[in-house]
């Protein structure tokens, strides 16, 4: 236990003394949760769009209005001709091109119906995607209007209609940043507890100082303890920094208790020092060791639910983020943050994280009582 | 009970590919300096590995202390001190905090050992508030030493300890492990300088994992099994690669200043011998050729073996 204090004093007093580290460790969260979720936003606005209007006729105005005050869209071309709309298509001016067919207001009102043409530039599949249900719902948002205003009141519609009303839940306002926040942090963790943890202990090896000390009556166990607690502790201070931000920057109060996201954060970082501690093994300088990390970060990033849902992936990619530890928090992270959700709501993660710990940490001793 | 012993030991890397110590048995003596003498990838710091019990044997004993290496790994570590050949300490943290820590890994304190030091640590209690990895090559071999001390270990293992250091701070270097030998200490070290061999009690000349000679320096020297001439002459690149041509001779290398030419003990006087390879190089066009009998040194002990182990 003495010898304990000496390393970690040892530990933190290096931690303190790299300047680099500490940038690492206090500056890097900040920013990333300051810049982050401010741009990496989903929501998308300022989509091009050109109207070609061959009716202009007092319709197709308010119709164009109506578009434009959306304020998703931004008119860029407004003529007559759809070759100069697509023009603008391929000089990636535009994004969305609408044609208005000449007679428009007329047949609308003889014929009772009328064809549209959107077409939309789908290099950008997202903005493709949602740009068109925008303008789809704002026509069809129009269509209601004018047959409201044309068509003698009834008691009864003459065609049954379903209206949908939604109301979003624990996000009302669909804050993007609600939903980013928790997810985040818990990236942030995973830096500091997988990697940080993983270069620090193949620096000893790379620089010999690993040599010095296994020549030491020192245990195995006391030496690795050494050097995982004082990331699982710097992890804990860069978590509770973190919440702060999210309070003070974004207002997300966690609605669940902040006791059970500490002891989450706490499992969590064990579990990932575990992994750190693993590629250290398989790693004898610090530039394999990033490598390796670097694969599995990106994998964990892009398949943890942080970006895309998990929900909306397909099956054989969902069995892979069920290995995937940061899936586990990020989900619970979002429910006990948003949700308020308890622990008996958490349970199931809460147990996979810790065997996930455990099968992590135990693999790692084994294999770096193998290789020393 | 010797401090030391090592009975066939081999090491192989690679599966077996590598064959690093090649049946290797010596044992060294209470308070004796004993040095492993060779080039590089001799397998001196697998055998220093094996001792310090960092690495396993693949077939042999050794045991330190009395210990064996591999069973009683746990019990050797406590008492031996072991210096690797790469500096191996903090380089962020300054001298004394290393020398705490290392103190403080073995429970106790410079205080405790502070007699032992003494004399290695004055010369850097001025820096002690230095990082280690701001110090001078002669310094950090001190502060190494000092670490691999700090605990009293009754043996001290030092792999190329004087690699890299300065002339002047080699030699303080080699006075401070005499008097550290007179203290009780067995010492193991390894040099790939073959001048620094007389500061040994014993050594071993070490060559593609194998011992090729062991003794006291000076026994060695006096088996040395040739003649020995020391040659010098215009145009020293050229006339060595002449005398190589030269049948007579089983040697000839360059050797400081001058070449040193080795010829078989076979009856002939050294006059004749010397008449001989004047007057081969004077056929070739050498004027103002010296060349004397000399004594030989362990470097010239050392590829008088290496020459019989590739020919026998």
């Known amino acids: 236990m003495r010898t304990l204090m000496f390393l970690l004093r040892k530990e933190f007093r290096q931690i303190f003394r790299d300047p680099g580290m500490l940038r690492i460790i206090l500056i890097m969260p900040v920013i990333q949760l300051l810049v982050l979720p401010r741009a990496a936003d989903y929501e998308i606005k300022n989509i091009n769009i050109a109207i070609e209007d061959y009716d202009h006729s007092v319709v197709s105005q308010q119709l164009t209005n109506k578009i434009i005050s959306s304020g998703y869209f931004k008119l860029v071309g407004y003529h007559n001709d759809y070759n100069k709309g697509y023009e603008l298509i391929e000089r990636d001016k535009a994004d969305i091109v609408l044609e208005i067919p000449v007679d428009f207001e007329q047949k609308l009102i003889r014929n009772n119906s009328q064809d549209l043409l959107v077409a939309v530039n789908a290099i950008n599949g997202t903005k493709a995607i949602i740009g068109n249900g925008y303008l789809s719902s704002i026509l069809m948002d129009y269509n209601k209007e004018i047959r409201m205003k044309w068509l003698p009141p009834t008691r009864f519609n003459e065609l049954p209609t379903i209206d949908i009303v939604s109301s979003n839940w624990y996000n009302p306002n669909l804050v993007y940043a609600v939903f980013m926040v928790p997810g985040i942090l818990v990236l942030l963790l995973t830096l500091i507890g997988g990697n940080l943890s993983a270069f620090n202990i193949v620096k000893e090896k790379e620089i010999g100082t690993i040599e010095q000390i296994n020549v030491t009556p020192i245990k195995k166990h006391i030496f690795i303890m050494g050097k995982l607690i004082p990331f699982i502790i710097m992890g804990l201070v860069v978590f509770t920094l973190g919440m702060i931000i999210a309070v003070v920057v974004y207002g997300i109060i966690p609605v669940g208790s902040m006791l059970l996201l500490y002891l989450f954060a706490l499992v969590y970082l064990v579990t990932l020092v575990g992994f750190g501690l693993l590629i250290s093994t398989y790693s004898e300088t610090q530039v394999q060791a990033q490598s390796l990390t670097f694969f599995f970060l990106i994998i964990f990033n892009l398949m943890s639910g942080l970006f895309t849902s998990i929900d909306s992936m397909p099956h054989w990619a969902q069995i892979i983020t069920r290995f995937i530890p940061l899936s586990y928090f990020i989900e619970v992270m979002r429910m006990i943050v948003l949700k308020g959700s308890h622990f008996h709501d958490v349970a199931y993660q809460f147990t996979i994280l810790i065997i996930m710990g455990l099968v992590l940490n135990t693999w790692a001793i084994i294999n770096y009582r193998k290789t020393t | ?312």
Not at chain 2, 49 to 78: E, H, N, W
Not at chain 2, 176 to 196: C, F, H, N, P, W
Not at chain 2, 207 to 233: A, H, R, V
Request: hydrophobic share 35%; proline share 3%.
């Open chain 2, 1 to 312: 009970m010797n401090p030391i012993t090592l009975q066939n030991i081999t090491k192989t890397y690679e599966k077996g590919k590598v064959l690093a110590v090649d049946d290797v048995s010596f044992s060294v003596n209470d308070s004796e300096m004993f040095g492993l003498i060779g080039p590089d990838g001799a397998g001196k710091t697998s055998i220093f590995r094996i001792l310090t019990t960092l690495l396993l044997p693949d077939k042999g004993t050794a045991s330190v202390c009395g210990k064996d290496v591999v069973k009683d790994y746990k019990a050797i570590r406590g008492m031996v001190g072991y210096m690797p050949g790469r500096f191996s300490l903090y380089q962020d943290l300054s001298v004394e905090e290393n020398l705490n820590f290392f103190a403080s890994l073995f429970n106790t304190s410079i205080k405790q050992n502070y007699e032992l030091i003494k004399d290695i640590y004055v010369q850097l209690e001025p820096f002690k508030d230095r990082r280690a990895g701001k110090l001078s090559g002669g310094m950090k071999q001190k502060l190494a030493l000092c670490c691999a001390l700090i605990h009293k270990p009754s043996v001290l293992f030092l792999d190329e300890p004087t690699t890299g250091v300065d002339a002047v701070s080699r030699f303080e270097f080699w006075e401070m492990l005499k008097r550290l030998k007179k203290q009780g200490i067995t010492i193991l070290v390894s040099t790939a300088y073959m001048d620094e061999v007389e500061h040994c009690d014993r050594i071993a000349l070490m060559q593609n994992g194998k011992i090729l000679s062991m003794d006291t320096p000076d026994k060695i020297i006096k088996s040395y099994s040739e003649k020995l001439f020391e040659l010098k002459g215009d145009n020293k690149h050229k006339l060595l690669k002449d005398t190589m041509t030269y049948s007579d001779a089983v040697g000839s290398y360059a050797s400081g200043e001058s070449i040193h030419v080795s010829f078989k003990k076979n009856g002939k006087s050294d006059a004749d011998i010397i008449n001989g390879l004047k007057g081969f190089l004077e056929s070739k066009g050498y004027q103002h050729i010296e060349i004397v009998p000399t004594v030989p040194n362990i470097e010239d002990c050392f590829l008088s073996l290496t020459k019989t182990e590739i020919h026998g």
